[in-house]
Every structure is written in structure tokens, then in C-alpha cells.
């Protein structure tokens, strides 16, 4: 089974959450499901990043289509500590029906479910069992799935789009009769 992180991996705080990842999740993970693998996909690895090499870590650097390896998950993690920026790589995951484990910090401003649509985990012995445990349990993880695509539908360009035009008419049709024609001038 294939675990991964997706991010670029030229930016500090994702160099971090993978080093710490290699360093302090993925033996106990590998204790307990010793045929997965891990899989760091994104630009520009740093020589850090680089270093994580190994027969159960792999290290893409830039690919052609980063949603043709999130196919490939099994689950996605995001051991973010450190960081600011969006967190789009969860609704991302998400969005290809995929379970997602993350920190608190990977999921912060998002509008995540804890236990329904994703799992949180913050010491590295919990965030291993949560891996190890979706590995080990298909029901379970495809239970997450369906409740990740399902929150990652309500951010979806069409469904955006359908409440965007909502609020809008709702915004005209408040306005006053006289406020919306306004005549064209002509010159």
C-alpha cells in the first residue's frame, strides 16, 4: 500500500513535515504494515528531501500530473508542524476520494471534520496507528474516502459557481425596483 505527501519540496515548512515524517512516523508505521511505501511527490526536492531515499521512501520531484500519483495513494498524509500558506493539498486528496491523515496544522482553517472526513494526529505514535490502521482496514478507510469527496464536492468550481449566482440574485432581488435598471448614457 502506498502512502503519500504531496507539496513542493523547496518550501520549508513541507521540507520539515517529510524529514519529520521519515524520521519519526515512518518506522512505526513500517513496524506495523512492513510491505507499504512512501511516496513524496512534488518540485524541486531539497538535498534534505533527497537524503529520505530509500526502499520504502520514494522521491518524485516534479511530475507531469500530481493527480495521477494521488490515484496511487492508499492515503495521503500531512505532517505539517510549521507553516502558513493554503492548506490545498487536503481538499486536493480529497477531492480524488482519497482518506487523509494530517496534524492540526496541516488541517488549520479548514472546514475539516476530525473523525468523519479526515483523521488528526499530532504525536507521531498516533498519527503511525492512523496510518497503519486505514491501511489495515478498507471499510474504514473507504468510509473516509466517501466523506472526503463528499466535503471536497461542496468546494467544486460548478457547486462554487451554482452559490455564487444564489447569493447574487438574492443580492439583486433585494435591491429596490429603481436601483437595478440603470439607462446606458449615450454620448
Not at 517529510?18 to 504494515?33: D, K, N, S
Not at 513524496?40 to 534534505?48: F, K, L, Q, S, T
Not at 481538499?91 to 472546514?111: F, P, R, W
Not at 496507528?129 to 466517501?146: C, N
Request: aromatic share 6%; glycine share 8%.
Amino acid at each position: 500500500p502506498l502512502v503519500m505527501f504531496v507539496g513542493a519540496m523547496d518550501w520549508e515548512p513541507n521540507v520539515d513535515a517529510v524529514e519529520h515524517f521519515c524520521r519519526e512516523i515512518w518506522p512505526l508505521v513500517q513496524a506495523g504494515a512492513p510491505a507499504a511505501r512512501f511516496r513524496i511527490v512534488g518540485r524541486n526536492p531539497d538535498r534534505r528531501v533527497r537524503r529520505l531515499i530509500s526502499s520504502s521512501v520514494e522521491v518524485t520531484g516534479l511530475v507531469p500530473s500530481v493527480l495521477d500519483h494521488l490515484r496511487q495513494a492508499a492515503v495521503v498524509v500531512v505532517p505539517l508542524r510549521i507553516g502558513g500558506g493554503t492548506r490545498l493539498k487536503i481538499y486536493e486528496a480529497m477531492a480524488v476520494g482519497k482518506a487523509v491523515i494530517s496534524t492540526s496544522v496541516g488541517a488549520e482553517g479548514l472546514d475539516v471534520h476530525p473523525g468523519h472526513d479526515v483523521i488528526l494526529a499530532d504525536d507521531p505514535g498516533a498519527f503511525a496507528r492512523a496510518i497503519v490502521m486505514l491501511l489495515g482496514d478498507l471499510d474504514l478507510r473507504r468510509r473516509y474516502e466517501l466523506a472526503a469527496a463528499e466535503l471536497a464536492a461542496q468546494y467544486d468550481w460548478s457547486a462554487i459557481g451554482d452559490r455564487f449566482a444564489e447569493v447574487l440574485g438574492t443580492l439583486v432581488g433585494a435591491l429596490p425596483s429603481a436601483a437595478r435598471y440603470v439607462p446606458a448614457i449615450e454620448a
